[in-house]
């Protein structure tokens, strides 16, 4: 068993609850409210700025100029493309671009982007890449459930072919996104090669607290989280 492998197990509760969460659902039969994509997606974005730090700091923290490489062109490809996409696809939704640079972070939102950053800081790249792996790789096997779900049930899919959110799918489900997935699982690998049984139960220990996150912003975004207001 790789030890990629290991962290998958360790997290199979929280990861199971993913493909089970009524929003995920939601999004692959095309019944999700529109409103909560929408908060998702203005949430998302504010999440993307300080994912692309986590990347900045992977790119600072290789030990090889070919990871180095790889990590700086994560970093442009999040603020120069995927941004961009992100903000046409909000559009599609109703949201502008200025909403989307206003968005304060929900309780969420906060507390997991201060999880990521706080381990690229304050960690080595082992520990950086066990906090973000979580994202891709389990955002990947959601896209990928989901597209085999469709597939599955023939031309049209289970709703007709009126699910809004089939691009959606397909961005997280594409064979690119999937490259990306396998070079981190790979390099996760890697890293573990020489860490002591301690050092990897500690990595798991990070990887099952991000997985725990990414549970979180989904409740996050099926219950419209945001801060109480008080008078």
């Known amino acids: ?17 993913w493909h089970s969460h009524p929003f995920v659902r939601g ?8 409103e909560k994509f ?14 692309a730090r986590v990347f900045a700091l992977a790119t600072a923290k290789a030990r090889d100029l070919a990871t180095m490489s790889m990590f700086a062109r994560l970093l442009d ?4 493309s995927e941004m ?12 502008t671009g200025e909403e989307l640079e206003h968005e304060p972070k929900s309780p969420t939102t906060q507390a997991y982007t201060d999880f990521l950053l706080a381990a690229a800081y304050g960690g080595d790249l082992d520990r950086l890449v066990a906090a973000l792996l979580p994202c891709a790789w389990g955002f990947w096997e959601i896209g990928t459930r989901l597209a085999q779900a469709a597939d599955a049930a023939g031309p049209g899919g289970r709703d007709g072919g009126g699910n ?26 890697r890293l573990a ?39």
């Open 1 to 17: 068993m790789s030890f990629a492998d290991e962290l998958r197990l360790a997290a199979l509760p929280i990861w199971e609850d």
């Open 27 to 34: 999004i692959g039969d095309g019944t999700l409210a529109v």
């Open 38 to 51: 929408q908060h998702w997606l203005r949430q998302d974005y504010v999440y993307l700025k300080e994912y």
């Open 77 to 80: 490809g999040t603020l120069n």
């Open 84 to 95: 961009e996409l992100h903000r046409r696809y909000a559009a599609q939704f109703g949201i």
């Open 164 to 189: 809004p959110y089939l691009d959606w799918i397909a961005t997280y489900s594409s064979t690119q996104f999937g490259e990306l997935v396998v070079w981190l699982k790979d390099l996760m690998n």
């Open 193 to 231: 090669e020489g860490c002591s049984a301690d050092r990897r139960r500690e990595l798991i220990q990070v990887f099952v607290t991000s997985s725990r996150y990414e549970l979180r912003f989904w409740d996050m975004a099926e219950t419209l989280e945001r801060w109480p207001v008080r008078p």
